[in-house]
């Protein structure tokens, strides 16, 4: 099914409603995750809406947080985000750290007591917006092993840094700190298909290429996939994202993150509270003229999609430009939703005796 | 030979004297590249001197700079090395971000027309010693390809970010952004072996495992060796370095960055001024009370190296963690040095007329 833009505003913004969300927290998180469906990150999309309605109705999403400021100094602060939707708690903290960095030159806000924040991608472009550099990152229910553990203790762990341009877009570099995405297994569950050797491993930590194994007990592998190709590397990154989001704030850390599914229970021995986020705004002037930067950016910019490419079909793709490419795209033509998402969403709305799609 | 820390600290004071360092900056070089030996980094050790007098020879390092702020905001500044060694420029900037974290919470100091800076690590741990958070980066000259290309654009450019701990010794990720250290490259061309796919490609773009490859046109390759395995978050996060350390401060980028060897010739078409570091400084007790923060890194640190191992021979080792045993070790046992090591510091003892090793 081919959606748009606005229809699937006013569907989503009724779901979050129906679920006691404020008119303005319903609108805050329904452009989250619309933002991410026209971005083309689907997996971050309006299919996580009957994953958040199921935590809401376990008591685990409070949608009516009262989420505030619980510790800081002039350019740093810990937010508690009361058991909100972290779509809603994470943009907050943000607002905090820009703020910070309007008067002081930077910002840096840790975060507990929140769940899922969407988009990364997201929250760093607020920053961008405001001609400042963006940090956004999140610790996640743990499907990660470090290297040389049979144990899932990380989550995916993403990080995202957003840089301003000129006459281009923002560089944004958001990635999973795994070597593959968890949404790229379920795809290939999906289609019954193999997953390439230095994506996960079995229960007993040997590396195989069935995805299915990761419901076994298996794990997804850290970016670098062994020891050999750098895996301490992705494990050390994931490592940094839990601490700057979790052990920082007062969240939950390593394998006592809270699932995000409502069916598996959170650990009945938690060493913090919710999961973790962590948010950060650089004003670019505290270092050198806006114009100047943004100047050097295009150049750089320039410099490297211009770069030789090994095969004349594909060139180098900047970071953030495949999600430019989408919005144009999906803002013209539509989103696609799969059969299976847009069922789900229905059954939403049955639920609460509201639109369909 | 082996030699200890004593011996030399002297002898490589002598050489950075003998340059017409000021004593006190001979001392704080000394210290950054005997640090890197003690903790079992040889790579950018003392087997660093001759290329530093090398290109101090041909005028590319200043051997007496006046290291500025050039640009400044509350909790961030630019730094201008004037040319200097980055070993003496990057603990310059790193004292001015902690003494911005320390007013304000956080410092965030980025750095133009500077050189090669030593261990990432060393720089981090300044801020760790104040039980503050230390992050520190830099770029470098040209030895990896964007995902995509067979140009060299970007250096191994590491990043590191390093956390105080209570009864643990600090966990530090310092890491190169690329799927292998230059230097395993260096060491396997010496001993005459192959490498493992995925760390070199030859100058079409193949990827190779003959590690002579990358002296004729080859290049290293990203985190993630190839896109299937998550090379282009490699990249993105080598892009994120050579960003915050050169675009953001005006020293050169991506290609226009000096060769760290005097026998190539920088660019004649130079972006900025030589090349760029980050650093920045965030105050733990600015997030939440240091005690619980350095207790919670305990109870972190615990769980990971006590995660179930794969092979019972090896468990999880803790970012920083070998480090940390290499240091105990070479202080009772001395620093192994290579011969041809020896034999080229001693070529400078003649040179300069100073005491050999």
Redesign the interface.
């Known amino acids: 099914m081919l959606v748009f833009e606005s229809a699937l505003r006013t569907f989503t913004e009724n779901v979050f409603l129906a679920m006691g969300c404020s008119s303005d927290h319903a609108r805050l998180a329904t452009d989250v995750l619309v933002r991410a469906e026209m971005r083309g990150i689907d997996s971050h999309g309006v299919a996580r809406l009957t994953g958040y309605v199921r935590l809401w109705e376990k008591g685990r999403i409070n949608a009516r947080p009262q989420i505030k400021v619980v510790?800081?100094?002039?350019?740093?602060?810990?937010v508690d985000g009361d058991a909100g939707l972290g779509l809603i708690v994470a943009p907050f903290a943000m607002q905090v750290a820009i703020e910070k960095a309007e008067?002081?030159?930077?910002g840096?806000v840790?975060v507990r007591n929140s769940n899922h924040f969407g988009i990364a991608g997201y929250h760093a472009l607020m920053a961008v917006e405001k001609d400042m550099?963006g940090f956004a990152m999140t610790n996640a229910s743990p499907l990660v092993s470090?290297?040389?553990?049979?144990?899932r203790?990380l989550g995916t762990n993403p990080m995202c840094?957003a840089?301003p341009a000129g006459k281009y877009p923002p560089?944004i570099?958001d990635?999973?700190?795994s070597?593959?995405a968890n949404g790229k297994l379920e795809i290939a569950q999906r289609l019954g298909k193999q997953v390439?050797e230095?994506?996960i491993?079995d229960k007993?930590?040997?590396p195989v290429t069935d995805p299915h194994a990761l419901k076994s007990g298996g794990a997804l592998l850290p970016?670098?996939?062994d020891r050999?190709?750098?895996s301490?590397?992705?494990?050390?990154?994931s490592?940094?994202v839990?601490?700057?989001s979790a052990?920082?704030?007062?969240a939950n850390?390593?394998?006592w993150v809270p699932p995000f599914v409502a069916f598996l229970e959170p650990p009945d021995d938690p060493?913090?509270a919710g999961i973790g986020h962590f948010l950060g705004a650089?004003?670019?002037?505290?270092?050198?003229p806006v114009e100047?930067?943004k100047n050097?950016?295009d150049?750089?910019i320039e410099?490297?999609k211009s770069?030789?490419?090994?095969?004349a079909a594909?060139?180098?793709?900047i970071?953030g430009e495949p999600e430019v490419g989408a919005e144009i795209d999906r803002k013209v033509n539509g989103i696609p939703l799969l059969d299976a998402v847009t069922k789900d969403l229905n059954d939403l709305a049955d639920k609460f005796g509201i639109t369909k799609l």
């Open positions: 510790h800081e100094a002039a350019t740093t602060a810990t008067k002081y030159g930077s840096w840790s550099i470090p290297t040389f553990s049979s144990e203790l840094y840089f560089v570099v990635m999973a700190t070597a593959a390439p230095g994506w491993q007993e930590g040997k970016l670098g996939s050999e190709h750098g301490h590397k992705g494990f050390g990154l490592a940094t839990d601490i700057l052990v920082l704030s007062g850390y390593g394998p060493v913090g650089m004003r670019v002037d505290g270092f050198r100047e930067f050097h950016m150049n750089w410099r490297f770069s030789k490419p090994i095969d594909q060139r180098v793709v970071p």
